[in-house]
Structure formats: C-alpha cells, structure tokens
C-alpha cells in the first residue's frame, strides 16, 4: 500500500493486496480452463508479455507440467501458426531486403546490456521444416529456457530471426504471414547477409554469446565452424543435441556395467544432430583410450540414401567423418551394397545402441527393435534406444512399443516428453533428452567466466556432469535424466565445469571456484517483484 501511496495509484487498483501466492494461483486458475495445448501456450506467452515476472514464477511452480507447453512439442505448432496467433512484437527480426541498415537495426534494442542471443533463419524448425520468419518462437522459447533453468535475467536476452524468405509455398501464399514473401536467399548473398549480421552483433555486444538455432544441415556446421574462432558462439543443435544425447548414452552404459569403448552405435539421420552425437560419443570413447579412428569406426550412419559410406560421391564433410569403408560390409547380405538400408544396418552391425534424428516417424519397427535385441546377452546389457526427432508426431517409436517389444529391458529416451509407462505392473518414467539439461547451464557458464570462446570440450564437460546426475545409475529401470523440478540445480553444477573448463584451456581469465560460486550466484536470477520507489 505504501508503494501505491508513493507511485500516485491508489484508487486505480482493486483494493486487495494479492500476495505472491495468489497472483500464481490465479494465472494457475485462468490456464486450466484452456483446453487445447495451443490455448495454453497462447495464453503463457501473452502472460509473458505483459507480467514477465509473474510468467516465470508460474511455470517454475509447474514446469513439469508447462515446460512442454512453452517449448517442445507445442512451439512446433505455434510457429506453424505464429503469424495467425501474432499479438505483439519480441526480439528482433531482421529482414534481407533492411541488410544495408542491420547496424541501425541492432542498435534499436532498448536494453543494451545484452548477454544471450539465440538466432534462427527460421529453414529447419524442429522436424518440421521451413517455416520462415514464423520460426521465430523457437529464439523466444529457447531463451525462456535460459532464463527458466539456469536464472539468465530475461532483461539480458535477444530472440532474433533472420528473414531470408522461405521455400514454403503455403506461407507465400499466406496473406497473413508476416514475414517478406520471397524464395528463400542463398549462395553469396546469403553468406553476406549472415557476414553483416555477425559483424553487427560483434559491433553492438562484442562479449555476447551467440547461439545458432534451427538453421538447416548445409548452413549449420558451415556456420559454426567459419565464426566459432570470431565471437563466443555455439549451435545447440549440433552441440547442445550431443552433449545431452551423449551424457544419455553414458548414463545407460554405466547403469549397466558397460563400457563406452565397447559400443556400436547406428545413427538414423545425418544431419546436424546426428554429428554432434557422433563427436560427442567418439569424445567419450576416447576418453577410456579409443583412438579417433577406432572411434568413429563405431558409429554407422543411415541417411535417406542408406548406410553412409566413404565410397559414396559427394559426401558432406560432416558425414564423411563417420563414413563407413566398403569393405566392412563386404560379407553383408543385403539386397543393394550401394544402398543399404536401416534394417540391414542394424541386423549386420549387431548395434547396442539406436538413435534417432530422422523425423521419419515409426520406422524403428517391431522387427528392426526385436532383430537388435534378439542376441543381446542376459541379463546385461540391455539395448539402448534414443528416438529424439521433434515433436511427438516426427518421433521414430513411442517409448510404450520400445519396451513392448523388448519385454521392457530397452533404455529409452526421447527428445519430446512422454507419459510413463506401466511395465510388469511398475511406471516406467521416460527420460526425455532434452537441450535445456545443457544449453542453459552452459549460458550460465560462459557469462559467469566471461568465457570468450564456446568449445566442444565445454560441450563434454557438461556432458560428463549431467550423466553422473542420472536417477539410472541407482536404478537402472529409473529415468536417464534427472527430475526437471531439479532443473536449476542441474544447471547450476553445468554452469560450473563449463566455467573451469573455459578458465583451463585460456578462454576465460583464471578466477578462485569461490569467486566462480560467487558469479554464478549473481548472475541467477529469481522471479520475484523488487521494490518500486519513484525515481528522483
């Protein structure tokens, strides 16, 4: 009341002082009588926008229950039709025909302490394709993230969307799309759009952390490799998808008994995903004294055109890592050499552990599931199998069919959330592997260090903490991944071997661990309202 009395409002609000308490029961109240996920999500991101504070204390009381909600599987829906669902502008959203101005652009954020960008082109959104300068609700819910899991100050956060046009001929014949109706730029002028933009972002935050997001294969890498030496930069689909992937994968084979060394592993997709699982998993297949070659010799890769091989023409650099030779199939009996198929794969490479980043859904069928498991000795180990194409609808099995068809010993986790399933009478929780385990932890990192590069190794650091933090390891029928209710904890620790690893390899200045506890203390910050005083 005395702040109403001091800021000239009283009479101009009901006269209840809503606590805290109430205000979250309330916007509670008003999002279950929403019935479509949709309608939730509408309803939270206009929550958002109008009581930013009041959006992260809700959802921190139900993330379990609304984190699915703000991001995966509902933004895929809600980019589909962002520009139908438009209320009000966030970010930024910079467009080629402005290219000559995106200096002036940049320059118009309010805010110019910012810390985080995530960045999209809006070409390769979930598994669902390219939807323009719609895709910019994949910028905004990922830094919701940051701020929900790891405490980044949403004041300190910039969703941008690059708008280079789109292939999508639904949109460009869309009268209510908002973004510039042209085929999508490439080549040169592509490539000079993108120059412009990294040099603006250099000029205005030279100290930023720049995350790449959604951009598709043949960008992605290209990308990441031309600036990671020019600013603190990562791409959380390469990167981030490894290092959870990967730390998954750990925590299977330790729950198990076994060792990372002794793995074959057959990966469906080869885009961005599917390498940075592969460098990750190769990272901790050295790590127990694997040789590079040895390593990758262990992941078989099965794009559109089947197994990967390095006698294939034209192979990307980012498949040609992992590219099989020839003559390890020679003895084979497959109906193509030059075309082998999944099935195959998985029948001739005996794999222990299947991942998915296809967005193929249901081709892990009951034969190609029940051929892996067929001679896996008993009682360990057991199959490891990752569908993790986003969203639900793109998902290569559903978790109950996996363990349906393995009388339950398959260790499952996937990118979307699911429901447990009941096995001999006992839920099952599904593990859901989930960016927001590193990503946000790793923003938390950098900016507390000061961390002036990203690296893959900072990648693994987080990867090694987050699969030591697995319920499975003390249950082995227990989930992959820890509880999100312990999401902030879980970011906090990334946060911290992020930061030392930075400091160890010269990217970050050396500071005490009492001093990095201490930034990383400062830099969390809490949904709670300050005090209001009017300004002298």
């Given at each position: 009341m005395d702040e109403r009395c001091a800021l000239g409002l009283e009479g101009l609000l009901p006269p209840h002082v809503s606590t805290w308490e109430e205000q979250i029961q309330r916007s509670y109240g008003n999002y279950l009588k929403k019935t479509t996920d949709l309608e939730r999500h509408v309803f939270l991101t206009s929550l958002q926008d109008r009581n930013e504070t009041l959006f992260y204390g809700l959802i921190q009381a139900h993330i379990k229950e609304m984190m699915p909600i703000i991001y995966t599987p509902v933004v895929g829906e809600a980019c589909r039709q962002y520009s139908h669902?438009?209320?009000?502008?966030?970010?930024?959203?910079?467009?080629?025909?402005?290219?000559?101005?995106?200096?002036?652009?940049?320059?118009?954020?309010?805010?110019?302490?910012?810390e985080v960008i995530v960045v999209t082109d809006g070409e390769r959104i979930l598994g669902l394709g390219d939807l323009g300068l719609n895709g910019v609700g994949i910028p905004i819910g990922k830094l919701s993230?940051?701020?929900?899991?790891?405490?980044?100050?949403?004041?300190?956060?910039?969703?941008?969307?690059?708008?280079?046009g789109t292939d999508n001929k639904e949109l460009l014949s869309d009268p209510l799309y908002l973004g510039w109706r042209h085929e999508r730029v490439r080549g040169a002028e592509y490539d000079g759009f993108i120059e412009r933009f990294v040099a603006g972002v250099k000029k205005c935050w030279p100290h930023v952390l720049l995350q790449w997001e959604d951009f598709a294969k043949g960008n992605a890498a290209r990308l990441l490799e031309k600036y990671r030496d020019q600013l603190c930069t990562f791409n959380d689909d390469i990167q981030g998808t490894g290092a959870v992937a990967a730390a998954g994968v750990m925590a299977s084979v330790q729950a198990i008994g076994g060792k990372m060394r002794d793995q074959q592993v057959v990966i469906l997709g080869a885009g961005s995903a599917a390498m940075g699982i592969g460098d990750q998993l190769v990272m901790a297949m050295r790590q127990e004294g694997l040789d590079l070659v040895s390593a990758r010799s262990k992941i078989w890769l099965v794009d559109s055109q089947g197994l990967v091989l390095k006698e294939r023409p034209d192979l990307e650099p980012g498949k040609s890592r992992f590219a099989q030779p020839t003559q390890r199939t020679a003895e084979w009996k497959v109906a193509n050499k030059a075309q082998i198929n999944l099935a195959e794969t998985v029948h001739h490479a005996r794999p222990t552990v299947l991942i998915g980043t296809s967005a193929q859904p249901n081709v892990f069928t009951k034969e190609i599931v029940q051929d892996m498991n067929s001679d896996v000795p008993r009682p360990a180990p057991r199959p490891i199998i990752f569908p993790l194409s986003n969203p639900t609808s793109k998902c290569e099995a559903s978790p109950s069919d996996l363990l349906a068809w393995t009388n339950g010993r398959a260790l499952v986790a996937t990118g979307s959330p699911y429901a447990p399933v009941m096995i001999d009478g006992k839920n099952r929780i599904i593990g859901q592997c989930n960016n927001a385990y590193v990503f946000p932890g790793m923003g938390l990192g950098v900016t507390a260090a000061g961390a002036r590069r990203v690296t893959d190794e900072m990648f693994f650091a987080a990867a090694r903490t987050l699969a030591d933090l697995s319920p499975a390891l003390a249950d082995p029928d227990g989930p992959l991944f820890p509880d999100l209710a312990t999401i902030r904890d879980v970011s906090r620790r990334v946060a911290m071997v992020v930061a030392k690893m930075a400091q160890s390899q010269g990217h970050a200045d050396a500071v005490s661990p009492d001093e990095l506890d201490r930034r990383l203390t400062a830099k969390t910050w809490i949904p709670r309202y300050p005090r209001l005083r009017r300004s002298s």
């Open positions: 669902l438009y209320r009000r502008p966030r970010g930024l959203y910079l467009s080629y025909p402005d290219r000559a101005r995106l200096e002036v652009m940049l320059s118009n954020v309010s805010h110019r302490a910012v993230l940051y701020t929900l899991c790891a405490g980044i100050h949403p004041a300190m956060t910039l969703p941008i969307v690059l708008d280079v």
